[in-house]
């Protein structure tokens, strides 16, 4: 069985930071494309991130470029994501997720097939 877990999450004045975590046990992801979401209240989980299974590749959302980087370590079989410049708007619960099948969707939550439990952000003005 697949477990995708998530840490890292917490409370962050705007303009600090956070780095999130995500492990993943049962499976080894090195072949998996990773990538990171999000949902705020109110609001349909949207992409922030993906990183390639060999990190050679990665891709961000518009409102995160240049703030945010996401890196892999394969050997660990974990996912991260640095989050830097924090803003109100990123207060969301952040999602890390693992596409085993090169869906071809990387940017949408049908392209993974594994998810996480998720993890708090919350930024204060």
């Known amino acids: 069985q697949v477990h995708v877990v998530e840490s890292g999450g917490g409370l962050v004045q705007a303009g600090g930071s956070l780095r999130l975590s995500c492990v993943v046990s049962?499976?080894?992801?090195?072949?998996?494309?990773m990538g990171w979401f999000r949902q705020a209240p109110g609001k349909e989980r949207e992409f922030v991130a993906v990183?390639?299974?060999?990190?050679?590749?990665?891709k961000y959302a518009d409102p995160v470029k240049g703030r945010f980087t996401i890196s892999r370590n394969n050997g660990q079989n974990a996912v991260s994501l640095q989050m830097n410049n924090l803003k109100p708007e990123d207060t969301a619960i952040y999602y890390c997720?693992?596409?085993?099948?090169?869906?071809?969707?990387?940017?949408?939550?049908?392209?993974?097939?594994?998810w996480g439990q998720g993890t708090q952000v919350t930024v204060s003005s």
């Open positions: 997720a693992a596409d085993r099948n090169y869906s071809g969707r990387p940017l949408s939550t049908g392209g993974y097939d594994y």
């Open positions: 049962g499976r080894t992801v090195s072949s998996y494309d």
């Open positions: 990183i390639s299974w060999s990190g050679d590749e990665t």
